[in-house]
């Protein structure tokens, strides 16, 4: 197993050592975890336990917009930040839907995806490669953390849903066929997406968030208007 949970203050969280050795410092909080989308008292103490000077998070919309934060951007929309300065956090919030992390240790630059379907199928993933290559990163050198999500044992859907990513290329192999249910993984489409694109140094957080319980929000399983964070932070 490539992910270990770790403790730091009041904050618990999944991340890959491996990667934080590299100079990226991430994580995918769990429920027990205190909030930090705003900065309040506990968006503060997140600051200084983390040796952070700020954190940006996005209103997210399930498109495939993404965000360039290099010279004291603070977007307010989106799906993406990438993240190019020292001592800022960039957030996205998730519950079910898949947080990707890409990585170029040589570049020092780093991108926070969130990839519910919607943006899947509008291939984001793909995008934040691309604006990575923009920035000089090498495919060869971007290491990939696909986060905790639903997994495709929990995450049934409809064929409007299948129809949309067959029309957009992606394989069939993305889902799993029970009898007349379809049950899509998030986590092999964006696989798809990154091998694609010759990044293949994945390393894959296996959590489902939905059959995981006590430790992430599920919006499948009732959690409406509650989401965890996960964080990038450039060392």
């Known amino acids: 197993m490539g992910y270990k949970l770790k403790h730091i203050g009041r904050w618990s969280y999944f991340y890959v050592p491996e990667i934080e ?5 991430h994580g995918f909080f769990t429920i027990s975890s205190p909030d930090t989308t705003r900065l309040n008292d506990d968006g503060k103490e997140f600051l200084k336990t983390f040796f952070l000077k700020d954190f940006i998070t996005l209103h997210q919309e399930h498109g495939d917009t993404i965000h360039i934060i290099r010279y004291g951007e603070r977007p307010k929309k989106g799906d993406g930040l990438i993240l190019t300065q020292k001592q800022i956090a960039c957030i996205i919030k998730t519950a079910d839907c898949l947080p990707v992390i890409l990585y170029d240790p040589t570049e020092s630059i780093a991108s926070i995806i969130h990839a519910g379907w919607r943006g899947t199928a509008k291939k984001i993933t793909e995008k934040a490669v691309h604006i990575m290559k923009d920035l000089e990163c090498k495919t060869s050198n971007i290491e990939a953390i ?47 997406i990154l091998k694609k694109e010759g990044v293949f140094k994945i390393h894959d957080v296996q959590i489902c968030t939905f059959c995981t319980d006590g430790l992430f929000y599920s919006y499948r399983r009732g959690d409406r208007n509650k989401r965890q964070i996960n964080f990038i932070s450039l060392l």
């Open 21 to 25: 050795k590299k100079g990226l410092q």
């Open 146 to 192: 696909l986060g905790p999500s639903v997994n495709s044992c929990c995450y049934n859907v409809g064929k409007e849903v299948y129809s949309i990513f067959m029309e957009n290329g992606f394989s069939e192999h993305i889902f799993k066929k029970e009898n007349d249910a379809l049950f899509l993984s998030l986590r092999e489409a964006n696989k798809e």
